[in-house]
């Protein structure tokens, strides 16, 4: 999630001290790490979506190591670098850092450096991931024979158990590794590993949370709004186009295709019972963007549908919701509360546009009492009247694409 590199992760430099010019980020991978023999295919995913979020940096270099990724960069863009990073699906966490010799005194030298910046007293203690097990010491030795010449060339005191600041070293294949700030990555996996889904977007709070959700299980997404001109006016679908826009940061372009849905809304508000007027409308949706996305090559349906949420969302009525879809409907949020809801929007950077006043075309000619448990007999009975596949394509057909990015 996006995050601010001098926050709360950042470690306490002594007064007046500025932090060394370091150009280098260590990645370190997350559920990747899990994988077996078609890791590779993740870890190539996440280089190229890290290349891309890089773009327009100039000097900035992605080299790829056995379970760790390096971004090198100059020591200016050290921010820019970090805050972007922070949108990267498959990062665990990441650390700027500097590269030393596989050499006792280089990572002394480079703990000692280190180490003055703290302020006088600070308690701290070194810890060492021996990545390559050919390194002679183990890591227990390398933290204890480094962290003593920190000891006698600052005189900190060390606390194995809470210290202040853990002065951090890897040894790998070629180099080690010196940092202390170690800032937390999106997690999950990269984006382009998960197959491709299409994301009903709404201008409200959850489906943006859904589509970062389905992203962050590696899905590349396209988008799928239904407008309902005049009653939706120009800045609600300017409001989408703007959420879409949002969740580009984590993507990279998306595809809004923009289904223009006031006649057909009409025409099954006339031909069913008003208690079933919001559900003959998510049907439709259903429909038209299961057409959508199979011409997408999508693989699946994605909704902000939370279970219990408003009276459509009942186990019933998303039951007669999907009956009508022609791809499988996945619903990230179907279990969280909406205060989890809200705090994933805060987080990721949505929130702020999705609370902006926007209308939603299934709120339109919506009855007092709407029904709640409804059977599929009832639905299928009051599109009966209406060719519901012939509609669905035509929406399809017509509907406008719009690229954001």
Not at 171 to 180: P, Q
Not at 224 to 242: A, C, Q, W
Not at 256 to 282: D, M, S
Not at 310 to 320: F, H, M
């Amino acid at each position: 999630m996006p995050f601010d590199p001098s926050a709360d992760a950042a470690p306490r430099e002594a007064p007046g001290a500025a932090p060394p010019a370091r150009g280098l980020v260590l990645l370190r991978l997350g559920e990747i790490f899990l994988k077996g023999r078609n890791r590779r295919v993740f870890v190539r995913a996440l280089v190229d979506n890290a290349r891309r979020l890089m773009g327009g940096l100039d000097g900035v270099t992605i080299e790829s190591q056995h379970l760790r990724v390096l971004v090198h960069h100059p020591p200016e863009l050290e921010r820019r670098v970090l805050e972007r990073l922070g949108h990267l699906f498959g990062l665990h966490s990441m650390a700027p850092a500097v590269a030393v010799p596989r050499e006792l005194d280089a990572m002394a030298e480079a703990a000692i450096a280190e180490a003055r910046l703290l302020p006088a007293g600070s308690t701290f203690k070194v810890e060492t991931n021996r990545r390559d097990k050919r390194f002679a010491m183990t890591s227990q030795e390398i933290s204890r024979a480094v962290g003593g010449r920190v000891v006698q060339a600052t005189g900190l005191p060390v606390d194995v158990h809470g210290p202040q600041s853990v002065l951090r070293i890897e040894v790998g294949s070629d180099a080690s590794y010196l940092f202390r700030r170690l800032l937390p990555g999106p997690g999950g996996l990269p984006v382009g590993t998960g197959g491709h889904v299409a994301l009903l977007l709404s201008g409200g709070i959850d489906s943006p949370v859904a589509g970062w959700s389905a992203m962050r299980r590696g899905c590349t997404l396209s988008a799928v709004y239904f407008h309902s001109f005049p009653y939706t006016g120009d800045r609600t679908r300017e409001k989408v186009l703007d959420l879409a826009r949002r969740m580009s940061a984590w993507h990279g372009p998306i595809e809004v295709h923009i289904v223009h849905f006031t006649e057909v809304q009409k025409a099954l508000r006339a031909h069913g019972p008003a208690e079933l007027a919001v559900l003959l409308y998510r049907r439709m949706m259903m429909r038209a963007a299961s057409r959508i996305a199979a011409a997408q090559r999508a693989k699946a349906l994605v909704t902000g549908e939370n279970l219990g949420q408003v009276a459509s969302q009942t186990l019933d009525n998303l039951g007669v919701i999907e009956e009508a879809a022609e791809l499988p409907v996945l619903r990230p949020l179907l279990t969280f509360d909406k205060s989890e809801i809200i705090a994933r929007a805060q987080a990721i950077g949505t929130y702020d546009l999705s609370i902006l006043p926007y209308d939603d075309c299934c709120t339109l000619f919506v009855p007092r009492h709407p029904a709640t448990h409804a059977r599929v007999q009832d639905l299928a009975s009051a599109e009966a009247g209406l060719d519901v596949g012939q509609l669905a394509q035509e929406l399809a057909d017509r509907s406008e694409r719009v690229l954001v990015r």
